[in-house]
């Protein structure tokens, strides 16, 4: 039974069909088999919901446990452009449909709402004082969705009618005043505004929304008193304010004088994502999870706890945007739910966890099915006493080789089902014998080649000399199997400026020797016997040549250099010693040299908010895809260190890392005081454990199949995702289609088998199993969804779509997506109730606010202080990025230092990403995966000042620093442990940035508080709740 409880209907949640204010619905990412599929990662347009619904009359389907309800919560708040409209447009007028982001040239000042919006906004204040709010907590009882909304006006039950655009309010209606340079008429708030370059609208610097007023009965919160240059909310304008009589219950019409500030929405009230983690770890933290149920949701990626692999694979291998697949293509459309599995195969398991078992069938090889080649595993089912076996993938029966056959139990199960790792486990891996090598040759162990830029400004600012002294160090720690005592990786080196320089580090030397490339236009590799050495037996002379190289180019001029032609370089030196390897490449400048792969600067932002804006994410030359192509097909992955002054096109250059499997590592106007950075990636990077030269298949039972990759991969056909290198820290993200009906009793199998060479040479197989459940129960889908995978796919799958669509219409296709997901589940879920509240599943309620971060993230949304090259480099770390590091990269943890017990060993409880949330008097701690910021408060005590810096007070701490300094006091302490701790389960090493409040790099800090209104665009947490909110209403009406 669904509790209702107070509802009212803001100005927003009702449908306006005289208004045209939003154009027709974009299509999300599901399209219509009927048409053609476009390429991979172009958003498709997407299905309809299904049979309409009149407003409010929801048909009623199975209440969902758990489901929570809420109302609509604010305003038409500031940070939406106001629309202008000369008056109500016809219904039936074909152009009524205004796009959702209006042109920047046609953008109006957007600091001052109409006085409609301003007087519904202080309405719902004080309605919402009134009210009683739901908790969202975990004391909530299942099955009784909180609701939050204000009481309704009882003259606004029934349909929605027909009104003027300005002011839609209960009680008698009073005319707005007309448009000016100040005021538009109040339109509805539409999709959060695109960014605007000139700062924001309004006189003052720009400024965060500081908290207002507390609500009746609520103690004030932490935060900062109004500053001047606060932006928020509705201003108040001089002159008399017309609000509608009825506009404050109880109340007389003000209509003169300055408006009261509206009460703001308790954040508290709505959906909060920390609270989802908490409630996830209290229930399931330090448990074992066992892989034998299928469909089953495992813990939350934030949530530790040790993993039992009975027959599916972990969690930690593959994760599903739903465990539950709906069985028919026409409920996935309706849905919108996209299905996709994250499949991160290389996966790091921790030492308590059994790693994966090898089987060695010997010449016989793996054990396969005739028919579609699915590999055996626990999904195949014995027959006819042992002797023949089904494929749970394609129902094909096969004969078990001789060498296999075991008799069967009395329940069907082999007598050896618990001794073989492939009939019993989700992951393990097998041999590959020599059909599964490249000329049916065993593989060479792989190279590692390191070439250097030793132009000029690397030389001057000491990056060479730097580079040289830490390798002597990283080659000590190369990666090696466990039974082997040295490493089988060889190496090689290259410097270049315009020309390229190869190292003879043979042995037997006394000297290492230097040769000269100087035709760059077609590269060749000038010695083959002694470039590629064991770094033991050649230690010496390695050593030897590492002190040389900056003393050899210490005079040198050269400010030029080349690009590709040292990508070519290594690549032919692997080709040529036939082994796959890596390259690591440190470079810092533009390639403009004359040479294939010259570049020109096209830092152009003229084109930023225009159709043309998706060229700055493409490569400049069609060379590099040339390139990557090659060393996808010889086993080079690149590994690319950036140390960039000034605009390099990391859109060009790293195409070839991206695809080839590669990092990239950028590090803008790089100082002696980020050595420590780069110097823990680069050790991070060369111990990495990597499979080399690899290839993905994935196979899935009959009715569905993966159509989309999405990665730091290479495409030659539709099926085959080639990785020249795969780490421990990449991930795939597939989606999957229908191309027919699944059996809810047999469920959705999936199989993931990767091809590749281990780091000592040998070629192997790992085979990763997973089973879902199907269900012909919408209910069904969205119970087994998984937020944090969902936003994985969405934004891999916007940052794909950025390369062939503007920018504005893949912002569009995200918020027209989230609304259908969500209003799919309102109507054929969700108890009937009020028009004005939004309803959330339960799995997915803090969805909006990760979508919003998406949305606001500076690769779809440009900002002022963001390069083009910065929005590159996050486009590409994101597509290779797996659950756990898109989770915390678009919610980042903010963790209050100041209020940390010292003597626990626990880290202290995360908060809200919201400037609400920090204190004049705290510390706070904010990580996002790629960058880390101390942020501090001007009143934060001195004591603990002193113990985290050693300096006496707030005003003498230093923030160009990037590490704090050891003071050995237990703050110090217990806040290195906590960064430690954040650091450990992280790809990248973040680089610490002191922060102090109401100082300039505040600015850049704030964007990081997501549930916060963006200060060069993007909605506020609020802000989009009611966006989608109002296109729900649109799709159900």
């Keep these: 039974m669904s509790q209702q409880g107070y509802v009212a209907t803001p100005p927003y949640s009702q449908p306006q069909p005289g208004m045209g204010a939003l154009s027709p619905p974009l299509r999300g990412h599901y399209g219509d088999p009927s048409h053609s599929a476009p390429p991979a990662g172009i958003m498709k347009p997407a299905g309809p919901l299904g049979p309409t619904a009149p407003v409010g009359a929801l048909p009623p389907g199975p209440p969902n446990s758990g489901a929570h309800q809420f109302g609509q919560n604010g305003p038409n708040i500031s940070g939406y452009p106001q629309q202008r409209f000369p008056g109500p447009p016809p219904v039936n007028n074909a152009n009524s449909a205004a796009p959702p982001y209006p042109p920047p040239s046609h953008l109006p000042p957007a600091s001052y709402p109409s006085p409609g919006s301003a007087s519904a906004a202080a309405q719902l204040g004080h309605q919402l004082g009134a009210m009683q709010i739901h908790d969202y907590g975990p004391g909530m009882a299942s099955g009784s969705p909180g609701i939050l909304a204000p009481p309704l006006a009882a003259s606004f039950q029934g349909p929605p009618q027909l009104a003027q655009p300005s002011i839609l309010q209960p009680g008698p209606q009073m005319l707005a005043p007309l448009p000016s340079t100040h005021n538009g008429l109040g339109a509805t708030p539409s999709l959060p505004p695109a960014g605007r370059q000139d700062g924001l609208p309004g006189s003052g610097p720009p400024a965060a929304s500081f908290p207002s007023l507390p609500l009746p009965g609520q103690p004030p919160g932490p935060g900062y008193p109004p500053q001047q240059g606060a932006n928020y909310g509705p201003p108040q304008m001089p002159g008399a304010q017309l609000t ?51 469909g089953q949701v495992p813990p939350l990626v934030t949530t530790d706890c040790v993993i039992q692999d009975q027959g599916n694979a972990s969690p930690r291998y593959i994760r599903c945007t739903t465990y539950c697949f709906p069985s028919t293509s026409d409920m996935a459309k309706q849905s919108q739910l996209p299905l996709a599995a994250i499949i991160k195969p290389f996966a790091t398991v921790p030492p308590h966890e059994v790693p994966l078992y090898l089987v060695n069938h010997g010449e016989s090889g793996p054990v396969r099915c005739n028919r579609c080649k699915a590999y055996m595993c626990p999904f195949m089912q014995f027959i006819e006493g042992g002797r023949k076996y089904q494929c749970g993938f394609c129902s094909c029966v096969n004969d078990v080789p001789p060498f296999y056959f075991q008799h069967l139990d009395h329940i069907g199960r082999r007598l050896d089902h618990y001794e073989r790792p492939e009939l019993s486990l989700g992951s393990y891996e097998y041999v590959a014998t020599l059909d599964y090598c490249r000329n049916n040759k065993p593989p060479h162990p792989p190279a590692y080649i390191f070439m250097i830029d030793v132009s000029y400004s690397n030389v001057k600012n000491g990056l060479v000399k730097l580079i040289c002294e830490e390798l002597k160090t990283v080659l000590e720690s190369l990666p090696k199997e466990e039974q082997e005592e040295t490493s089988a990786i060889r190496v090689g080196f290259v410097t270049y400026n315009k020309v390229l320089h190869f190292f003879n580090v043979k042995s037997n030397l006394a000297q290492p020797q230097m040769m000269v490339v100087t035709d760059v236009a077609e590269v060749f590799v000038p010695l083959l016997d002694g470039f590629l050495v064991n770094y033991q037996e050649s230690k010496a002379v390695i050593h030897n040549l590492l002190d040389q190289i900056p003393e050899i180019f210490a005079d040198s001029n050269e400010n030029e250099t080349v690009f590709a032609p040292v990508v070519q370089a290594g690549m032919e030196a692997l ?12 470079h810092s400048s533009l390639p403009t040299a004359e ?5 020109k600067n096209r830092d152009d932002r003229k084109l930023i908010n225009t159709d043309k804006e998706k060229t700055l994410f493409q490569p400049q030359t069609n060379i590099y895809e040339a390139l990557t192509k090659d060393c996808v097909a010889n086993g080079c992955c690149v590994n690319l260190f950036l140390f960039p002054n000034q ?13 080839t499997g590669g990092t990239l590592h950028k590090y803008n106007n790089f100082q002696h005081l980020d050595s420590q950075t780069f110097l823990n990636d680069l050790r991070n990077d060369v111990q990495k454990i990597t499979g080399f030269d690899a290839i993905m298949r994935v196979r899935t039972s009959t009715g569905f199949r993966a159509t989309d990759f999405f990665g730091a991969i290479y495409m030659n056909n539709t099926t085959d995702v080639e990785m020249a290198g795969v780490d421990c820290d990449k991930a795939v993200t597939v989606e999957f289609k229908h191309d027919d009906k699944l059996n809810e009793d047999s469920g959705a199998l999936i199989q993931c088998a990767v ?14 199993n997973i089973s879902l459940n199907c269900s012909s129960q919408l209910a069904d889908l969205y119970k087994s969804c998984e937020t944090d995978a969902l936003i994985n796919f969405f934004a891999k799958s916007a ?29 054929n879920c969700a108890s009937p109730s009020a028009v004005s509240q939004l309803i959330l599943p339960d799995a997915m309620k803090v969805f909006p606010v990760y979508m919003n971060s998406l949305l606001k993230n500076c690769v779809l949304l440009s900002r002022p202080e963001i390069s083009v090259d910065e929005r590159a480099s996050q486009r590409q770390l994101v597509m290779s990025m797996d659950v756990a590091d898109t989770q915390i990269f678009f ?16 880290l202290p409880a995360a908060i809200r990403c919201s400037e609400e949330r920090l204190s004049e008097g705290g510390v706070f701690l904010l990580a996002n995966g790629l960058q880390m910021f101390l942020w501090l408060g001007v009143s934060a ?12 007070s707030f005003t003498h701490i230093n923030t160009d620093v990037t590490s704090l300094p050891e003071v050995g006091s237990p703050y110090s302490q217990k806040l290195r442990l906590t960064m430690s701790n954040i650091q450990q389960k992280k790809p990248y090493s973040m680089k610490l940035t002191i922060v102090k409040q109401r100082e300039q790099p505040e600015v850049v800090f704030r964007q990081f508080l997501v549930e916060d209104k963006g200060l060069y665009g993007g909605a506020s947490y609020v802000d989009f709740l009611c966006c989608v909110h109002k296109e729900i209403c649109r799709l159900l009406s």
């Design 575 to 586: 080709k040529a010693a036939d082994c796959p390897g890596k390259l690591y490449i440190f």
């Design 891 to 906: 919610y980042p943890q903010l963790i209050p230092i100041h209020t940390m017990d010292v003597k626990s060993e626990t």
């Design 647 to 659: 605009y390099v096109d990391v859109a060009s250059m790293g195409l070839v890392t991206l695809q």
């Design 941 to 952: 005590p001195p004591e603990l000042i002193q113990g985290i810096f050693n300096v006496p």
């Design 595 to 599: 040479a294939p792969g010259k570049l």
């Design 799 to 827: 940052f794909t779509a950025v390369l062939t669509q503007p920018l504005k219409t893949v912002r569009d296709i995200l918020v027209h997506q989230t609304a259908h997901m969500l209003a799919c589940y309102r109507k």
């Design 755 to 768: 091809l590749y060479t281990t780091i000592s040479g040998q070629r192997r197989l790992r085979i990763h």
């Design 244 to 294: 509608s009589p009825a506009g404050f219950p109880g109340g007389p019409a003000q209509m003169a004088g300055p408006m009261q500030p509206p009460k703001k929405l308790d954040p508290d009230s709505i959906p909060s994502p920390i609270q989802v983690i908490e409630n996830d770890r209290s229930t399931r933290s330090g448990q074992v999870y066992t892989t034998n149920i299928r």
